[in-house]
């Protein structure tokens, strides 16, 4: 596996701030594909872990899974090179943006445009999660808590962190039990 020159990552994390549109979600099949496919830099299932983090963690999904994919490639260095580059392109648009954005924000077509963008990011949305699911997803076990965590979101009996909790909790316990049977 190849190591990532720091300009490599800038640039790859800069082409993907100009594809990022949508939020955090979104920059995964951006990812899977500039790190993994394209470059064979990362793993899925890393990468997911990162995703995982990144949601138990305060802050900016996208910007959150840029520095750990970025510290994986290249330790504090990879993941400044990664931030730096992800922001970089939205600054810009957003200040170019933000400068005529109200005095067109009731034009029909600016509107249809927003309509189209919001059906193309939750179509990203769920490539992410059939991903995620594939990948997560590969034994009854793992099935189990996905489905008790599924239902127990959908009925809103837990918050979003408490059901986060007793995942790692029931994966914990039960990995600890499975291992003193081994033993």
């Known amino acids: 596996m190849k190591k990532a020159s720091l300009w490599e990552i800038y640039k ?3 082409i993907i701030g100009l594809q990022l549109l949508g939020g955090g979600y979104v920059i995964m099949p951006l990812l899977k594909k500039y790190l993994i496919e394209e470059r064979n830099w990362l793993k899925e299932e890393d990468l997911i872990d990162y995703l995982a983090l990144s949601q138990c ?3 900016l999904i996208a910007l959150n899974i840029s520095v750990f994919s970025g510290y994986a490639l290249r330790k504090i260095k990879g993941a400044i090179m990664a931030v730096v580059g992800l922001v970089t392109t939205p600054f810009i648009i957003i200040l170019l943006v933000a400068s005529f954005i109200f005095n067109v924000s009731d034009n029909k077509y600016v509107q ?3 309509f189209g963008i919001r059906l193309s990011i939750i179509v990203l ?3 992410m999660v059939a ?3 594939k990948a997560s997803v590969n034994s009854k076990f793992s099935l189990f808590i996905f489905l008790l965590i599924f239902i127990l979101g959908l009925f809103s009996i837990l918050s979003p962190t408490m059901l986060v909790i007793l995942s790692v909790l029931i994966a ?3 990995y600890k039990i499975k291992e003193e ?3």
């Open 181 to 183: 049977k081994n033993a």
């Open 12 to 14: 790859i994390y800069f």
């Open 131 to 133: 991903d995620i699911f």
């Open 125 to 127: 949305i769920f490539s």
């Open 112 to 114: 249809d445009a927003f």
């Open 57 to 59: 963690l305060p802050g």
């Open 172 to 174: 914990i316990i039960y």
